[in-house]
């Protein structure tokens, strides 16, 4: 959440200098899955491990071939089928004996992938609007959804708040390039 509002605040300038504050239903949809990716991978990451957490979000690509079928009206080539059936291979082992942490977490992380490929899925319908919106209104979002637990987080040290400011600056750069 603390992350997220120091992007909000870096993005708010290149929003504001933009095409328009045109909030489409893809802007939307594309904030819902960036707060959904954010919560789902700070969740798994505590009741799995970060390395389910990590492994799962790079699932992203099955279900981007997956959604572009059927939002994109793209084709699922040859190599994306091949590509899915060892993903989900690979899955599956994760839920097996392989890796730690709950059942819950690991259910939790394939949401990791799941709404990230959404937020790309968006991206893309918004391409012809202004996608850099998605961005800022799911840090918007994330903040939002996430100022309870910083009410009851406790203050920072120095270190920890120089950390989150790092964090919210690679953020917003990462999406302003």
């Known amino acids: ?18 095409k328009s504050l045109h909030i489409s239903r893809n802007v939307i949809g594309g904030a819902v899955c960036y707060t959904i990716f954010n919560y789902c991978f700070i969740i798994s990451t505590k009741l799995a491990t970060s390395a389910i957490a990590i492994m799962m979000q790079y699932t992203a690509p099955v279900y981007v071939a997956v959604l572009a079928w059927i939002f994109l009206k793209e084709r699922i080539t040859k190599a994306d089928l091949i590509s899915i059936v060892f993903i989900f291979g690979g899955m599956f082992l994760f839920f097996t004996e392989a890796g730690g942490g709950s059942t819950a977490g690991k259910i939790i992380a394939v949401f990791n992938g799941i709404s990230f490929a959404g937020i790309s899925i968006f991206l893309r319908l918004e391409k ?23 009410a009851t987080a406790g203050p920072l040290d120095t270190s920890g708040f120089f950390f989150l400011l790092l964090a919210g600056i690679l953020c917003a750069l990462t999406y302003t390039l």
């Not at 997220?4 to 504001?16: A, D, E, K, R, T």
């Not at 202004?130 to 100022?147: A, E, Y």
Request: aromatic letters at 8%.
């Open 1 to 18: 959440a603390g992350r997220s509002i120091i992007s909000v605040v870096l993005l708010l300038p290149m929003v504001l200098k933009g």
């Open 128 to 150: 012809d609007g202004d996608p850099k919106l998605c961005m800022f209104f799911g840090n918007l979002l994330s903040g939002i959804v996430g100022i309870p637990f910083i």
